[in-house]
């Protein structure tokens, strides 16, 4: 599995919530790669085992695609314009977490999924 790349996108400009928010979208899907399978991190998204996200991960790897998109949001969230273009809303639980936080804990699923398709012990649940 090839190291992850992470790609900051950043608003520098002091606008209201709701145009941020709006902006912050737009940036995004301005780095979606093409034909990539994209999951946006939503509370309000599905929760998957780990099992669940390697299976699924599986079955986008064995249909040709290379890689995965992921996109976390800003504080006040993803826009909708994010949430309507994403595969898959997924959510790592309801409760709010910093968004590094979320960073380093989806790391930590996409490390186990490899080890879950590696058939490695690492994963015991």
Known sequence: MPPPVIVEVDERRSLPPVQLKAREGELILGALPAGVPFLALDERGVQWSSRALAERIAAWRDRGSPE??????????????VLDRADVTLSLGSMTWPHLLVRGMLLEQLYRVQQILAGHPYHRG
Do not use: E, N, P, Y
């Not at 995965?68 to 314009?81: E, Q, R, V």
């Open 68 to 81: 995965l998109t992921f996109a976390i949001g800003g504080a006040d969230g993803l826009h909708s314009m």
